[in-house]
T-cell receptor, first 114, second 111 residues
């Protein structure tokens, strides 16, 4: 069983479209994250949820809207996609928010905006 | 100044040699430090964590931390071609409940 699973793995879409990525973890962790990795491999945190509560919201455009229906799921919806949104989006989970060291990553969702 | 800095490489090391990867960080209050390995097209995976000054060894890997110099390093002994990957340094930012990553060092082990 995959510990952190994301769907879809690949998205190719046109500028201006809206897309969603789903994430689920079966590790029983309380905290989940969205990270963005650009073409230079730089991995940057976007959002963090702890037990469905938003605790980190970095300076991300409000076209990006995360949603956590329960502590095992964290989804990401992106409106009005732009070329600069092309990246790999990683979902991750960790046992607790106060010591967020050990992150368990999903396989990533590669988004290409044309 | 970036919060976590690494030399992006590429770093090329012959098989069997010691690979040395370095990382500096800006938040003097940071208490937790991690090394992740990321193979091409894959997700990052945790290989080492260190919280106290000094060395921590795990198999062929040794993490070294010097909080006074705000410096953390990873040594890989007896390097193997399978160690070829990007190594990401990550630092727990005190009070912010988040992990900040460096830009990664691409390591190539030459047979």
């Amino acid at each position: 069983d995959t510990a952190v699973s994301q769907t879809p793995k690949y998205l190719v879409t046109q500028m201006g479209n809206d897309k969603s990525i789903k994430c689920e973890q079966n590790l029983g962790h309380d905290t989940m994250y969205w990270y963005k990795q650009d073409s230079k491999k730089f991995l940057k945190i976007m959002f963090s949820y702890n037990n469905k509560e938003l605790i980190i919201n970095e300076t991300v455009p409000n076209r990006f809207s995360p949603k956590s229906p329960d502590k095992a799921h964290l989804n990401l919806h992106i409106n009005s996609l732009e070329l600069g949104d092309s990246a790999v989006y990683f979902c991750a989970s960790s046992p607790g928010r106060l010591a967020p060291g050990e992150l368990f990553f999903g396989e990533g969702s590669r988004l290409t905006v044309l | 100044q970036k919060e976590v800095e690494q030399n992006s490489g590429p770093l090329s090391v012959p098989e069997g040699a010691i690979a040395s990867l370095n990382c500096t960080y800006s938040d003097r209050g940071s208490q937790s430090f991690f090394w992740y390995r990321q193979y091409s097209g894959k997700s990052p995976e945790l290989i080492m964590s260190i919280y106290s000054n000094g060395d921590k060894e795990d198999g062929r890997f040794t993490a070294q931390l010097n909080k006074a110099s705000q410096y953390v390093s990873l040594l890989i002994r007896d390097s193997q071609p399978s160690d070829s990957a990007t190594y990401l340094c990550a630092v727990g930012i005190q009070g912010a409940q988040k992990l900040v990553f460096g830009q990664g060092t691409r390591l190539t082990i030459n047979p």
